[in-house]
């Protein structure tokens, strides 16, 4: 049996992502592609820096996606069952629209896949008539056992930096956020001696924990990172900005090797975030917690997200003094962007905001799909264009780094990597128009 396990990203996607210097691997499909029995050959083309060879006709071809790539993954799809070959459909997109996708796919996977893909390979071995269909994961598998994802499988073939995931899900449930569609109104966690193990097996010295919110169980964080440690390497993650205020949780992460933490902010707006069901952010704190992060020698990295409600076109330049004084190292902007299936889409859709449904254009950087409340679409793309110019800005990186303390300026050279990704990304939106 021959499968092509496929990791989609659609032109657009791909060019939008090379505003990133660092654009980590996907680990979905090496991960999945443990669970095939032994007998299977498997293929996996990463579309980050991949192109799909449609000469080899294969006899399942598996596809994950997220939502602004989901016109491009159809088209993928309806190339290959003219080939012949069965179509299988799952991740974040077909979860939250699995309908849609129904009509592009002979099966689709909606929600995680540790226990109905075994049950499908199973019945696609046996030419079961059940075979085609949905499904469908009804309950929040447990994380014990997890087979170690196929590192060769990754497009980065010297493992410089590994993947992995500690914990599944979030406890939060923000209006705008997949994480309960797509995982369930649960947190769950892998054996920490699991994690470790699978942690030290990378070759590079970097290690990516590709969690939601690994700061979600405090005491579980604090033994992984013990765990951790006697493997040195390098590792960075996502946490809850709540984990800043915790020494020990700080510590333990900087002496496991921690570089590098990724906190949601999403707003220096409080307005904006209670409406947003994030309100356990208080931005009276933002400043506090930022040099609490650097004084253990952790770099910062914001998500944030323009957009609410609550925001007038005052939040650009707000936001950008913010992350200037407060001294931040890098930031992830996005544009406030309407998932189908959240309950941000749902009310948009009911106030008659939703501005199309065009899956490509939900990319959260160069689109807005819905009308905004107290500014224009275009004020408010204008608006995300400015602060990445600011941001991106030689004056700006030096005037972030010169408010972080003086041994985290090795985040200096990839500022201005990510400033000169940025600045060829804008010359080449400005020839296109």
Not at 158 to 172: K, S
Request: net charge negative; hydrophobic share 40%.
């Amino acid at each position: 049996m021959t499968a092509l396990l496929i990791t989609v990203s659609s032109p657009n996607m791909v060019r939008i992502r090379r505003t990133r210097y660092i654009r980590f691997q996907q680990c979905t499909m090496p991960y999945l592609a443990a669970h095939f029995p032994p007998n299977w050959e498997i293929d996996h083309v990463d579309e980050e820096c991949e192109q799909i060879d449609f000469s080899r006709r294969y006899d399942l071809v598996a596809l994950t996606f997220h939502t602004p790539s989901a016109p491009h993954a159809y088209e993928i799809a309806d190339r290959f069952r003219q080939m012949d070959c069965f179509i299988l459909m799952g991740g974040p997109h077909v979860t939250l629209m699995p309908d849609e996708a129904a009509e592009h796919a002979d099966a689709v996977f909606v929600g995680e896949a540790e226990e109905t893909l075994p049950r499908f390979l199973a019945h696609f071995e046996q030419g079961s008539p059940s075979l085609h269909g949905r499904y469908v994961c009804e309950k929040p598998p447990l994380l014990n056992g997890l087979p170690m994802s196929h590192k060769e499988l990754f497009h980065r073939r010297d493992h410089a930096a590994g993947i992995l995931c500690a914990t599944r899900g979030c406890p939060n449930h923000c209006e705008f956020c997949t994480l309960a569609r797509l995982y369930g109104r649960s947190f769950r966690r892998r054996p920490i001696a699991e994690v470790a193990a699978e942690f030290a097996s990378f070759h590079g010295k970097v290690v990516i924990f590709w969690d939601d919110n690994l700061s979600a169980d405090m005491d579980y964080a604090k033994d992984l990172f013990r765990a951790i440690r006697p493997a040195r390497k390098w590792w960075s993650s996502q946490a809850a900005i709540q984990a800043a205020l915790d020494d020990e949780f700080l510590e333990l992460a900087a002496a496991s090797g921690c570089q590098h933490l990724f906190f949601g902010l999403e707003s220096i707006s409080q307005a904006s975030l209670d409406s947003a069901g994030k309100a356990f952010n208080q931005t009276d704190m933002y400043y506090r917690l930022v040099r609490r992060v650097h004084a253990h020698g952790i770099g910062f990295q914001a998500g944030i997200v323009f957009g609410f409600d609550s925001d007038t076109p005052a939040i650009f330049n707000e936001t950008s003094d913010f992350l200037e004084e407060a001294g931040v190292q890098n930031a992830t902007l996005n544009i406030l962007t309407p998932y189908p299936g959240t309950p941000l889409f749902n009310r948009l859709e009911s106030e008659g905001r939703i501005l199309t449904r065009d899956w490509s254009k939900y990319n959260s950087r160069a689109d807005v799909v819905f009308q905004p409340k107290n500014m224009s679409p275009e004020t408010l793309l204008e608006g995300f264009w400015a602060v990445n110019q600011r941001f991106y800005s030689l004056k700006s990186i030096l005037t972030r780094s010169c408010h972080a303390p003086p041994r985290l300026l090795w985040e200096l050279p990839l500022n201005l990597m990510y400033s000169l990704k940025w600045a060829r990304y804008a010359y080449s939106k400005w020839q296109s128009k």
